[in-house]
């Protein structure tokens, strides 16, 4: 059995530079365009970085996106587990600085309702609540079999409006940051106790506020980590990473909540969420002070 599995999609991402678009006809030079790998991959990437046996289940075909995401799988020893699908499935445009991001993006969502049975793991992660709303049925078989159901809400309006009925608690973890808590109940402040009818746990990060919520039952309060910040993109999929390999491994409330957040700001030191060299991560359970 694996630690940890992520579903969801692995999307192909440009960094637009802020840049004028050029009329018709003309071109513009400019001094440089990051290309990464996101979204699944992001959450995938930092866990592996810390240690954990991760598999990623995710929509496939044989594009240029498609052979980058399975070489780099092979090198952070994640192991991949595909579900048919067109080419290059996810493509995203991000307009990013430090200070937030968005995104401009395709995804080929529809392929997750053809999963029935996800590999057996310790958790489960699902990196936005459209895929969790695909996902719904192997989800369920896979909390039965005793993994523990972690989301992050991600943008997506619709969805976010009906977390606050819902009375199901089919997720054991539920992060949302400051914006999605605030579409989804008003206000980001009281965002825990109103949603807690979706998930046992739900978690709220608040940028340089830190992160405030309950985790298995203890109420949190965390500060954020000081760190200088480069770029948002994918700092909350880092939080997920770090949050699950503390839980893991056994650790308290408080320090699962510390491990995110350690894991979340070297994210920030970079453009994009992915962690290509492990290095990254390097050391991040021996600066937290609350480990056994």
Known sequence: MTDLVVVGLAYFEVFVPPHARPAPGEEVFVDGMTLALGGALNTASVAAALGLRVTLCLPMGHGIADQAVDLLAQR?????????????????????????????????LAVLADVRELPASAWVHVPGLEEAARLAAPLARARQRGARISVSASWSPQQL????R?????????VLN?????????QAEGAPARLAGAAHSVLVTLGDQGVAG?????????????????????????????LIAALVRGNTPEAALQAGSLAAARILTQTGGLVTDPALMAGLTQENPCKP
């Open 76 to 108: 952070l020893g994640i192991t991949l587990a595909p579900l048919p699908a067109r080419d290059n499935p996810a493509i995203s445009l991000v307009f990013s600085d430090a200070r937030d991001r968005a995104f401009v993006s395709t995804a080929e």
């Open 161 to 164: 409006a009906q977390l606050a």
């Open 166 to 174: 819902r009375r199901d608690r089919a997720w054991d973890l539920l």
């Open 178 to 186: 400051e914006k999605e808590a605030q579409a989804a109940c008003g």
């Open 214 to 242: 309950v985790l298995d039952a203890v109420p949190l309060r965390l500060p954020a980590v000081p760190t200088q910040v480069l770029d948002s993109t994918g700092a909350g999929d880092a939080f997920c990473a770090g």
